[in-house]
């Protein structure tokens, strides 16, 4: 019998400079999703897979770098791919060098650093229809032969190229290593590649003439900015708007769902679990899935486009009057979605000082989760009118300013940890910017598809989780006789919620909210879901199908909701963060001054807001 063929596993890494379409390739090559985003920086960790069709072939995707002197933390991680430095793994076996071909005067550079390397090379020339669109002509084989290895022409995103550029990456593995060669100084090098670009151009091109002119509009100094504010203007009254019809059909659905378990179950604790516990608990967060969506729908359109990072240059002079730089803008952008992507995306900074203080801040950007607190006590407590002549909605409105309150506390917290870790000098702002592109339908909509996944997989992890766990310490032990409370009152969650309540009383919290806030600790999100969940369980029968938004309508005082909120702008409930932070900082000295800091704010903030309040409202 023959013993079973083993076949030794290729490593082939993907390098290139920012933004060339590395991640793009690499998941076309394997079927995976990488993120893939048009600014540079996208990818700050190495990921690895196998490529289809050729199981022992393993690509790997590193983030990009001009050069093999690493500048940034991100930039290192590549570096040490490629030199074997980690002491995870081993020196890769070939790498695949990806050239950007409408900007190969500036990326030839780098190529002709790695083929000095002596790792066996083939170049993907991608983004070959960006290039052809400007009338860029380049003659593939005289590159070929300049550079001394095989130059595939490629599309990433449109997936032409791909089974010629399969087959040179089977071919490299069985190529032998050179010895690495000396570079000439870099201006040397510099030249070089210039002049070996300018041979290989057959044909120039019109140059990136709409980039101008929209350069021209988008960073124009006083349309730019106004044109950017409108933008994320519309994008919040559409988030409130456009939800309205889908919020309520999850809605009703959950609530008819409800309905029907109490006609067909026998009353007892099955009913209540799955009713006061699961369905009022998991429920009261699953409705702002539309919500969310609105809301990555324009992060990813406006992302793709490449505005994102004009939105960054625009942003540069606001930032660096508090010290920080413009390359702060991307990882903080990313932390609207959530601040463990944001914080990793720090990497990205080079000066550490600068780093720090953006991972500092980043928790106060307003992450998705917040989003079902923000809109549930909106909803409660603000009429949903129209003011400035019926143009603009009230919510929205309040829900712009929330997110505006959490960016202006950023900027002012990242002056004073600016002002504490360094001399506060201006780093210059160093970002390239990318090609406009018309956002692909599909890139939208995967994104989308991952956002549903990650918040549908938390509502039935997490969330799910922690609500029953909440049930059971909601429903036991069972109120003594002749009670005059709701059941839960004699709990131990009604025990726990009222010893808190004591330490946020002066915040106008009750007894249920600051119960909420402990679960809420897992994730902020779950804090919705535990109101949902502890208001089912105090409320009589009948109140079942009424919603939470008015229970709470009728429950809490404006005040009240005001200084919720105010909470949740700074609100530092959330593990993942932390941990995040200690792995990005390197101990436990950096997550404890975040968490002690927010905390701090979030109670001052949270009185501050009640007391003002009350003294309106009296
Ligand atoms: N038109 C066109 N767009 C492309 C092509 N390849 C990639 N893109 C787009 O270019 C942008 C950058 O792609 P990524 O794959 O994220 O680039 P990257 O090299 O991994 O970038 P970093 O991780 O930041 O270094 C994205 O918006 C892609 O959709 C291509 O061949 N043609
Ligand atoms: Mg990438």
Redesign the pocket.
């Known amino acids: 019998m023959n013993a079973p063929e083993t076949v030794k596993t290729l490593r082939i890494a993907l390098v ?12 076309t090559l394997t079927g995976l999703r990488q ?9 700050v960790e190495r990921h690895s897979g196998r490529m289809t069709g050729a199981s022992h072939i393993e690509l790997i ?1 590193l ?2 770098t001009y050069s093999l002197t690493p500048k940034s933390p991100d930039e290192a991680v590549t570096c040490d791919a490629l030199f074997g430095r980690s002491t995870l793994e081993a020196r890769p076996d070939g790498i695949v060098c ?1 050239l950007d071909a409408t900007n190969l005067g500036q990326h030839l550079r780098f190529a002709l650093e790695l083929k000095a390397t002596g790792l066996p090379m083939v170049v993907a020339l ?5 290039a052809r669109r400007e009338g860029i002509e380049i003659d593939v084989e005289g590159l070929a032969k300049r550079l001394g290895v095989p130059v595939i022409e ?5 997936k ?1 190229g791909i089974a010629e550029i399969k087959a040179a990456i089977g071919v490299l593995g069985t190529a032998a290593e050179h010895a690495p060669t000396d570079l000439p100084p870099l201006r040397q090098l510099q030249r070089d590649a210039r002049a070996m670009a300018r041979d290989v151009t057959l044909a120039e091109g019109s140059g990136h003439k709409i980039t101008r002119q929209l350069d021209a509009l988008f960073l124009h100094p006083v349309a730019g900015p106004i044109i950017l504010f409108s933008l994320l203007f519309v994008m919040f009254q559409a988030v409130f708007s456009w939800a309205e019809a889908p919020m309520d059909m999850i809605d009703g659905g959950v609530a008819g769902l409800q309905g029907w378990l109490a006609d067909t179950l026998p009353d007892g604790w099955v009913l209540s679990l799955l009713n006061d516990g699961i369905l009022a608990g998991v429920g009261s967060v699953v409705i702002f899935l539309p919500q969310i969506l609105i809301l990555f729908t324009f992060i990813l359109a406006l992302e ?1 486009s ?1 505005y994102l990072v004009r939105a960054a240059y625009l942003m540069d002079r606001l930032m660096s009057s508090v010290g920080l730089n413009g390359r702060a803008f991307i990882p903080l952008l990313s932390s609207f979605a959530c601040a463990i992507p944001g914080i990793m995306a720090a990497r990205t900074i080079a000066d550490p000082k600068d780093r720090l203080t953006t991972i500092l801040i980043a928790p106060l950007m307003t992450c998705s989760a917040r989003l079902p607190v923000y809109t549930l006590v909106i909803a409660a407590f603000i009429p949903n009118e129209s003011v400035w002549g019926g143009m603009v909605g009230l919510q929205g409105l309040v829900m712009f300013g929330l997110y505006l309150s959490g960016i202006v506390f950023a900027l002012l917290a990242a002056f004073v940890f600016k002002r504490l870790l360094s001399d506060g000098q201006r780093q210059p702002f160093l970002l390239e910017l ?1 090609k406009y ?1 018309v956002p ?1 339908l599909r ?1 939208i909509f995967v994104g989308l598809l991952e956002r549903t996944k990650v918040f549908l997989r938390r509502a039935g992890t997490i969330i799910l989780t922690a609500m029953i766990i909440l049930w059971v310490l909601g429903s036991y032990p069972l109120p003594p006789e002749g009670a005059t409370e709701p059941d839960i009152a004699y709990s131990y969650v009604g025990i726990i919620g009222k010893a808190l309540a004591t330490v946020f009383a002066p915040l106008g919290f009750n007894w249920e909210i600051s119960v909420a806030l402990v679960p809420g600790l897992a994730a902020r999100e779950v804090a919705v879901a535990a109101l949902g969940t502890v208001y089912a369980l105090s409320g009589d029968e009948d109140m079942v199908a009424d919603s939470l938004v008015g229970l709470l309508a009728s429950g809490w005082t404006l005040p009240t909701a005001l200084a919720f909120l105010a909470w949740y702008v700074f609100a530092p409930q959330c593990l993942s963060t932390i941990a995040v932070t200690k792995r990005e900082t390197g101990g436990w000295k950096w997550p404890l001054v975040m968490l002690g800091y927010l905390f701090g704010l979030a109670y001052l903030a949270a009185f501050l807001t009640y007391r003002i309040a009350l003294a309106f409202s009296a």
């Open positions: 290139g400079n920012p933004n060339c379409g590395k991640s793009a390739l690499f998941n993120k893939v985003a048009n600014y540079p920086g996208a990818t995707d983030p990009g990806v991608n983004m070959t229809d960006l490629t599309v990433a995103v449109r032409t793709s490449g990318p592109q692909h890139y």
